[in-house]
Each structure stands twice: as C-alpha cells, then as structure tokens.
C-alpha cells in the first residue's frame, strides 16, 4: 500500500485528535526511522522523548522477548519477580524510597494528585476535601479528565467539563507567585523543571531551587512531573539535578520503557506514598513482569553506554551550532542536553509547521508545538556526525 492509501483510511476510520506529518514509518533503528516508500528519516521527536535509547535498541528488545517467553502479566493480587528488582534499581537510580509503578504518564500524574491529596489530609491535617494543589499556566501533564480540568490550553478543556476542583494555575518560573498562592489547604505545587509542551520554555536559574524551600517552608510537596524532562533527556538523569534539588515526589514515564511498552512510575520519599494502603489505588497492568523487564533494562542501558552524558554533550553541541543560524523569524533559539526548541516570530508564514513539513522532505522528523516552536529532541544515542548532517539540513530549511 502506499502512502495516500494508508493516509485515506486513517482520515475514515480514525477519530482526528492528531494532525501528523504525512509519514507513514514503519522501520526504526536508533536514530533513524523508514517510511513505507523506503525514505529515511533522522527522528528529532523520539515519540515525545519516550524513545530517549533510540528505535528498537536490541538489548530492551531482547529484554523484552525473553520476559514475554516466561510471564507477562500477574496482576498485582499475586507477586511477581521483576517487579522488586525494578524497585530497587529504580530507588538506588533515583535516590528515591518508594515507588508505585503505572502504565501512561497520565496515570501517574493522576496517582500523583491522589497521594498528595491524601497526605493532606492524614498527615498536613488539611479539612477534609479542600485540598489545594498549586499548578503552572502552559503546563502539560496529560489527558485525562483531571488533569485537562488544570489546563489553561482551552483547546484541550472546551467542552470536556464539568472539572474537578481543587487547583490554583500560577505562572511558571515565577516564585514569588508560588508563595502568594500557598494556603493553609497547600497540599502540593507540580510543575515540569522545563515544560516541553508549552514548547520547551526554561525557567529562569534558582526557579527550582527557590520552589523546593518555599515548599519546604510551607510544608507542601513539591512534584515534580519528569516524564519528559527525566531519563537523561536535559543530559542529567532527571533534570532536578541541574538545580541540585530533590522533588518529594518524581513522576517518570515514557523512556522509562525505551518505547517499547508504555510503563510510568512514581517515584517518593517514605512520608507520602507511605500511606497507601491496600485497595485505595492500582492498575491491573501497573508493575506487570513484562513492563519490569523492559524497563530495567530501559534503565541499564541508559547509564551502561552512557547516554545522559552524550545527551549533555551533544546537546551542547546542537545547541551551539543551531544558534549561529541567523534568519530574520527566528526569534529565539534555546534548549537544555537534547531538549531544543527554535522558536519564530508570531506571524512568521506558514509558522513552525511549514518548517517541519520542508524539513521532512529533508529527511528529518519534528513536529511543531503550538504554532511558532519547532522542537528538537532526537535520541540520546545521537552522534556529532549526525547532528553535522542535520545542521546542514536544517540551515537549508532556514535559507530557502
Ligand atoms: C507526555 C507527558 C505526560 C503524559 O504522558 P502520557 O503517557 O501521554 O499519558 C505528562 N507529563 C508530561 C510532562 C509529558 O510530557
């Protein structure tokens, strides 16, 4: 089948809650993917970061075939074995001391919002259903209704109400708007360290550190949503670290499975996700053999061929040249390890998606986020002759 073929029965027989680039892929490896055409493409989204250890890394794949061959799926009513080996990989990773496994990034955040709420109440001595969780304008931290009902993007809120109660949107990098906003029903204040929806947008050095202790003062946890930032994405393993802090409670998803399978986690101190007890949450797949199996060895190979420290490098190093590119609608050009936006004037012709478009005739793949910020966040396994070939691409992009 070609291309239009496929595209034809997608557009009949598919709901419309995406506007993809008219690719079909159906080949990956490493960095590059391959179209039903037999084109070849330099992916500069990683399925949103989730494929941080490149397409189809043999080792997960491996990791995964071998699970798959012995047990895939217990449910939590019965114990498992991958599942507290995960843990305490994960724990000594991360520094964290407890962990409660999930599927989507969603259901993490939505696990997130459920502990934190309860710690409110048990432990902060919060009146009972007025808890207050303090969020970020412009963030994203998925689909759900729950979290849509936190939203300030209204394309992703109209029409889906009525929403939960319960959350306060402050603007992002803003500190002294955090503590305005902090009450005696503070249970919590979530916030991406760089939000990558909102189009890669970097607040302003101490932003963290500043909220980690007035959420310390304030006896409020501080969440930190990861499942973009983390896994080495910024070139630290989570992007805390960049402002040597530690949230209380860390949320981690997509490349925590390579790609390979959708498995998400949150990640605590003792005193929040401590007080969880049987029957108040779960997920039938949540910490299945299967999505443990796959996502140590996500993890291993992440830190065994040292992909944090090439995202750190080679990030710099895209970064840098990306910057020399002079063109009149480029209004800023900024990024952290493999997280790298361009970003164009309002107005500019066409906006981000044209760029996209001429840059996939290329042979490079990114999508634009909202209508001006073309991203690019290749594979962390990237290498600098690569970059030299996108650059070159894309300096063509840019002089057409
Ligand atoms: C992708 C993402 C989510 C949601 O993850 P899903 O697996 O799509 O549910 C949440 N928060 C952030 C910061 C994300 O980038």
Redesign the pocket.
Known sequence: MKTNEYIDIENRLGAHNYKPLDVILNRGEGIWVWDVEGNRYLDCLSA?SAVNQGHCHPKIREAMMEQSQRMTLTSRAFRNDQLPLLYQELCALTRSHKVLPMN???EA?ETAIKCVRKWGYETKGVPENKAEIIVCKNN????TLAIIGFSTDDNARKNFGPFAPGFKAIPFGDADALEAAITPNTVAFMV?PIQ??AGVIIPPAGYLKKAREICTRNNVVLVL?E??TGLGRTGKLLAEEHDGIEADLTLI??ALSGGFY?V?AVLSNEAVLGLLQPGQHGSTFGGNPLACAVARQALKVLIEEKMVENSANMGAYFLGELKKIEHPAIKEIRGRGLMIAIELFEGTEGGARSVCEKLMKMGILCKETHTYTIRFAPPLVIKKEDIDWALDKIKKAFSE
Request: hydrophobic fraction near 20%.
């Open positions: 949103y989507s990034g969603a955040v994203f931290h998925g689909r991406e990558g929806e949503d499942i973009q998803g997509k959708p998400s």
